[in-house]
T-cell receptor, first 112, second 118 residues
Framework: SQQGEEDPQALSIQEGENATMNCSYK?????LQWYRQNSGRGLVHLIL?????REKHSGRLRVTLDTSKKSSSLLITASRAADTASYFC????????????FGAGTRLFVKA | DTEVTQTPKHLVMGMTNKKSLKCEQH?????MYWYKQKAKKPPELMFV???????INESVPSRFSPECPNSSLLNLHLHALQPEDSALYLC?????????????????FGEGSRLTVL
């Protein structure tokens, strides 16, 4: 089952621009994670933000979490052609457990 | 390089065949997962093992049979599959929390096995 929606579904930008992707979810969560997937490959974990955190940074990545709106955003600054990939948010359940559920994903294309 | 290894990378099978997908990790993780991913869709959870015991089965048809022989290995046995089962099958691992009943967060994925059912 799918936890929520991601917006936009696809995004095309020029190298050097910033890319912002949004994720909404439906149920209470313990944490929210962002993953990257290059075409036909496995997923790579980017960053995890816990439900009691509002913002987190990792290199060129900035993640925000608004639990009142059940939404998160991923900002990639100064994008590079190598950032071209699909990006998924994933949520861990509030009650714990192993059910990490992925959102629909945003396909990012960065033009050199 | 991923620390979760999946074999084979590609598999083509007929609807009457029996085959298996294999997954191995040596990170000491005690939770292992199978996800199924169709083209341009997110991964969908199929099974979770925690400490070699089946913890979650997301109502997966019995033609998919998981097995966790030890803490490093996870298999997915395939039998009498349908063409609509063609997909990328992803294995992942994670470290359970102290109580063993939940995931601490990050999932480590393999590169997947691309399955085509004819």
């Amino acid at each position: 089952s799918q936890q929520g929606e991601e917006d936009p579904q696809a995004l095309s930008i020029q190298e050097g621009e910033n890319a912002t992707m949004n994720c909404s979810y439906k149920t209470s969560i313990n944490n929210l994670q962002w993953y990257r997937q290059n075409s036909g490959r496995g997923l790579v974990h980017l960053i995890l933000i816990r439900s009691n955190e509002r913002e987190k940074h990792s290199g060129r990545l900035r993640v925000t979490l608004d639990t009142s709106k059940k939404s998160s955003s991923l900002l990639i600054t100064a994008s590079r052609a190598a950032d071209t990939a699909s990006y998924f948010c994933a949520t861990g359940p509030y009650t714990g457990g192993f059910k990490t559920i992925f959102g629909a994903g945003t396909r990012l294309f960065v033009k050199a | 390089d991923t620390e979760v290894t999946q074999t084979p990378k590609h598999l083509v099978m007929g609807m009457t065949n029996k085959k298996s997908l294999k997954c191995e990790q040596h990170m000491g993780h005690r939770a292992m997962y199978w996800y199924k991913q169709k083209a341009k869709k997110p991964p969908e959870l199929m099974f979770v093992y925690s400490y070699e015991k089946l913890s979650i089965n997301e109502s997966v048809p019995s033609r998919f049979s998981p097995e966790c022989p030890n803490s490093s290995l996870l298999n997915l046995h395939l039998h009498a599959l349908q063409p609509e089962d063609s997909a990328l099958y992803l294995c992942a691992s994670s470290q359970p929390g102290l109580a063993g009943g939940s995931n601490t967060g990050e999932l480590f994925f393999g590169e997947g096995s691309r399955l085509t059912v004819l």
